[in-house]
């Protein structure tokens, strides 16, 4: 019973680094569109799932 409970516990602990490595590609990138006079500026975002944008008047 000792030597399975040890076994998850290493298996658990090497997956860590992935799933940390998974969060942060999936955080996304944040982008500003801020709203001017003739329009919007950036005219155009090119944007991933995951990142957000905020609209600033």
């Known amino acids: 019973m000792k030597k399975i409970a040890i076994t998850t516990l290493l298996a658990t602990?090497?997956?860590?680094?992935?799933?940390?490595?998974?969060?942060q590609a999936n955080s996304g990138t944040a982008h500003e569109m801020r709203m001017q006079r003739t329009g919007y500026f950036p005219k155009?975002?090119?944007i991933q799932?995951?990142?957000t944008i905020q609209f600033i008047n």
């Open 49 to 51: 799932p995951g990142d």
């Open 44 to 46: 155009v975002i090119h």
């Open 13 to 23: 602990a090497a997956l860590i680094p992935a799933v940390d490595a998974v969060a």
